[in-house]
């Protein structure tokens, strides 16, 4: 138990480069709506990870607004977390320097992540991206979190962050938690419709791989029935053998609650037309309360921002606590600034 109050300190983030997708929304998003309650949460934006790619500042100013309006669609109230930008937090870069410092270069090297996206980019690639996950450390560590929930592909970082922290306790004294990663049971790894052997993705070139939560209904519909499923008919869970069918049962399963037996069971001797159609029909249902607020929010730029900075607030004064403590244990000297 964390926090003078006894809640757990949740802290996650998500970068602000496009529209959220169901993997974001299933593996991510609405689990932490069910953190709110009984924690203390800090819900981030992060900006600063998001020019570790090629993009224009343009692009990304629009897209802080857009993922927080998503955000707060999905049902983060800004009333009950804190919903921050990163950039606008004194420490995280701080912290991340520091870290960088006892982190060792082939650590980084190993990350799933930075192969993958130093593939995709090798034309643009800088020093940023390797040293992203100790950014992302930084993000978890200067807020003294408990619990990070994420998706599944996030799991490598925070175990990296867990050996940066140890190695700083074992370096300095004891500073740092160990924080635990939280994946959901149900949706923690969506695939693409269109290539289920890859996860569902923003930057995926075939867009129509990727539902995005304020897609419209007849685009989830259309997106849905030309899923890519396999030459048998039978509903079946089976991800070596059939990937797509696999993938839209976790995707029902994750929506409806119902488990892939009784799946199984409601489409025995029905074809995968059937299928997709209630797939579609449920996962329209469920995000259509989220893309309605989703539209009224994207008009109100006003409340977005005073969310933010609300929550810029809470984020500032919990990180000051422990930078000072962290600059103190590393050597650094606190010498008072005059006008
Ligand atoms: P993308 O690869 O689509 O650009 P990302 O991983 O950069 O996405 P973020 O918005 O930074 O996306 O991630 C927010 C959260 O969504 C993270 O916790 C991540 O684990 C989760 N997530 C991303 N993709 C998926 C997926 N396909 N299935 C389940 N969870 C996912
Ligand atoms: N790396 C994550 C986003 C991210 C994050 C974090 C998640 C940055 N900092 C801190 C949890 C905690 C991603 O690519 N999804």
Redesign the pocket.
Known sequence: MSNSEGKKVV?????PTGRLHLGNYLGAVRNWVDLMEGNECYF?V?DM?AITIPYSPANLRANVYECAAQYMACGLDPEKCNLFLQSSIIGHAELAWILGCICPIGALERMT?YKDKSRKHKDALNSGLLY??V??AA??LIYDADI?P??E??KQ??ELTRDIAQKFNNTYSDTFKLPEAVIPKAGARIMSLQDPSSKMSKSDPNQNGTLYITDSPDVLRKKIMSAVTDSESDVRFDPESKPGVSNLMNILEAVSGAGFESIERDFAGKGYGDFKKAVAEALIEKLKPVRERYLELREDKACIESALARGNSAAQRRANRLMSKIYRKVGFLNIEKRQ
Do not use: F, W
């Not at 802290?11 to 970068?15: D, E, G």
């Open positions: 802290l996650t983030c998500a970068q981030g992060v990870h992540q992203y996950p950014l992302m993000d978890i990070v994420v998706g592909d996030q970082h925070i």
